[in-house]
């Protein structure tokens, strides 16, 4: 089974609108954590934002916020005023436990038009 | 934040020859390094694990005498392909890890390294 699904392979917003990216996740450790990266075309990967199973409450980041919902193991991303900028693949990923890796979803690619 | 770096950030090589790229967490200990693959429009998948000190930790399908990592101090990691052939073509991501545990230790990358085998 996946252990992270990301059902939107692409996604398009309308410049200065919000964006939501889904997310799901697969897990049976009551410890883990939930990333998104941002992918742009040069390849690097950026760190955009992280929620921990035990938080009580959503992550924010700016722009960047998760809506966490446990009971329904989805994770999504929301970006809010959309910028060209944000123009790039967006991965969400899990960690299971303290000292695994990272595994990674299929991505979303999202295109910002102006 | 945490800078990881990566050398050299594209390589075309003969089939046959064998390719070095290095990793190197610039202002922190990376005590686990991470070699990832990426093929165009897939994500990344995990070839290896590596602590420093230790041998690394294959995915199941890597093979490790074609893909030899070595992680020989807390700030570098090298990934050697050797007799590199074109389907060994790919975009390869290295990323760190800080000393903490923590399941929310960040995970820092590297730019990636863009290797063409002709």
């Known amino acids: 089974a996946q252990k992270i699904t990301q059902t939107q392979p692409g996604m398009f917003v309308q410049e200065k609108e919000a964006v939501t990216l889904d997310c799901t996740y697969d897990t049976s450790d009551p410890s883990y954590g939930l990333f998104w990266y941002k992918q742009p075309s040069s390849g690097e990967m950026i760190f955009l934002i992280y929620q921990g199973s035990y938080d009580q409450q959503n992550a924010t980041e700016g722009r960047y916020s998760l809506n966490f919902q446990k009971a329904r193991k989805s994770a999504n991303l929301v970006i809010s005023a959309s910028q060209l900028g944000d123009s790039a693949m967006y991965f969400c990923a899990m960690r299971e436990g303290p000292s695994r890796q990272l595994t990674f979803g299929s991505g979303t690619q999202l295109t910002v038009l102006p | ?118």
């Open chain 2, 1 to 118: 934040g945490a800078v990881v770096s990566q050398h050299p950030s594209w390589v075309i090589c003969k089939s046959g020859t064998s390719v070095k790229i290095e990793c190197r967490s610039l202002d922190f200990q990376a005590t686990t390094m991470f070699w990832y693959r990426q093929f165009p429009k897939q994500s990344l998948m995990l070839m290896a694990t590596s602590n420093e000190g230790s041998k690394a930790t294959y995915e199941q399908g890597v093979e490790k005498d074609k893909f030899l990592i070595n992680h020989a101090s807390l700030t570098l990691s090298t990934l050697t392909v050797t007799s590199a052939h074109p389907e060994d073509s790919s975009f390869y991501i290295c990323s760190a890890r800080d000393r903490g545990t923590g399941v929310g230790e960040t995970q820092y990358f590297g730019p990636g390294t863009r290797l063409l085998v002709l």
